[in-house]
């Protein structure tokens, strides 16, 4: 029974099995509603009646909900057994019975006579938090749930029960007695917006994919971002070698890059790894191929600009699509979404084809948008992975701290990583000047030199030949060698 959110039944194995009783928990705000909602308007799409049963929110409330979605609820049946403005009247106070004996006991048996009537096939029950209160011990609570779930269950019923985890303690009894739970999560870190996930904790008799998933409530409702398990999408991507374009560029890689592998570009702020992967990104469209460059660090005008500025004008790639720059808001980002974002740039869509050039620009950009997260190399890894079953070729922008001397990585990606440029800066005849070498490749040879590398307006990347008089270029300081293999002054 497909729940109507796309990344959850995906995470389910396909949806829930029908006839059960499913409890959906999670603190206010984490989204049971929304997700309530779109069980039932699924349903409805399915022509299979849906009933609302509210105990603490009104009907209104529930449109308003509604209505923030685009949502219409018409073919919903909203039970509304919240309490009224005339429970405030002295007269309606109970005196002589507990409240639990009279309450408990009617509210039962409205939402009964209701199913009976109107013989849903999808049922969610909105709030337990409410039912526990009016049970008050917890024997008759379990025993009041059992009996609910029995009656649900000869009457072919799918039942949603909506749990804010109000108790003081976890309630694992009612875990006990439910088909399947799902826990709904809603973090808030330090900075930036807040965090959703979810995480099926119990579903009997059905494969699903364990751990969290990432999910954020958009207008139209929930959107669930699976759990990324690269083995599973292993397609045997097809291999090649990518150039850039640049015959010196293409000697130092041993003649391109393989289909399917991902390059680390390493150095100081500046010295022309994103220039670097956009040489390889141009090219690839000249070859009727596309690319996906996801930006943390700059602005698209700002990459226009400086492309321009540089002779490699890709403006023309941009406008047409071949070449599609996101900017990526730090602040509002969650790791799962931005595996969801990748995954879907180099999907095949349409009988379009997929980026095969991903540029992540910058890691740096990535680790500090998600500073709380937790394993975020082990989920680069895994999106590594992905992509080289896909045979995507995938550049990683990495900026070491400092300019001159030694460096410092934020994390140490290089075992991630097929292949590893490094970019330097260092001093000669009192001028600044750029180093590019290729330090690392998995997939075959590669040129193992030090070449000068020069951002020329109007020519673009210009790499020069191998600098075999200089001693130290990595160091930031070198020593200049003459001809007779002297160090010379100046």
Known sequence: MATGVAGLDDVLGGGFTADRVYLIEGNPGAGKTTLALQYLMEGAKLGEPGLYVTLSETKVELAAVARSHGWSLEGIILLELAASEADLEPDNQYSMFQPSEVELAETTRVILA???????????????????????SP?????????????????????????????EVEDLRLQSIAHGVLSLEQLSPEYGAERRRVRVTKLRGRKYRGG???????????????????????????????????????????????????????????????????????????????????????RLQTILERTEGLGMDIGEEVASGRIRIQQVDTAELSPGEFAHRVRESVADRDGVAGARIVVIDS????????PEERFL?????????????????????????????????????????????????????????????????????HERTIRELTLDTGDGLVVGPPLRDFQGVLTGTPFFFGPDGGPQDG
Do not use: W
């Open 114 to 136: 209701e199913v009976d009537r109107s013989k849903p096939k999808r049922v969610v029950i909105d709030s337990l938090s409410e039912m526990r209160l009016l049970a008050q």
């Open 139 to 167: 024997l008759r609570y379990r025993r009041q749930i059992l009996a609910l779930k029995q009656f649900f269950i000869g009457r072919s019923c799918t039942v949603f029960l909506l749990d804010d985890k109000s108790s």
């Open 212 to 298: 969290y998933h990432d999910f954020v409530i958009e207008p139209g409702g929930l959107a669930v971002f699976p759990r990324l398990v690269a083995n599973e999408h292993d397609e045997g991507g097809e291999r090649g070698l990518l150039q850039s374009g640049n015959a010196e560029v293409d000697l130092m890689m041993g003649g391109g890059l393989q289909y399917g592998t991902s390059a680390v570009l390493l150095g100081p702020a500046g010295s022309g790894k994103s220039t670097f992967a956009l040489q390889y990104a141009r090219a690839a469209t000249a070859r009727g191929e596309r690319a996906a460059v996801f930006s943390f660090d700059e």
């Open 363 to 370: 890691l740096n950009g990535y680790l500090n948008a998600m």
């Open 377 to 445: 190399i082990s989920q680069l890894h895994e999106l590594l992975t992905y992509l080289g079953h896909r045979g995507v070729v995938t550049f990683l922008v990495v900026a070491q701290h400092g300019l001159f001397g030694t460096m410092n990585s934020p994390v140490d990606t290089t075992y991630l990583a097929d292949t590893v440029v490094l970019f330097r800066y260092f001093e000669a005849r009192g001028e600044v000047r750029q180093a590019i070498s290729v330090v690392k490749k998995r997939s075959g040879r």
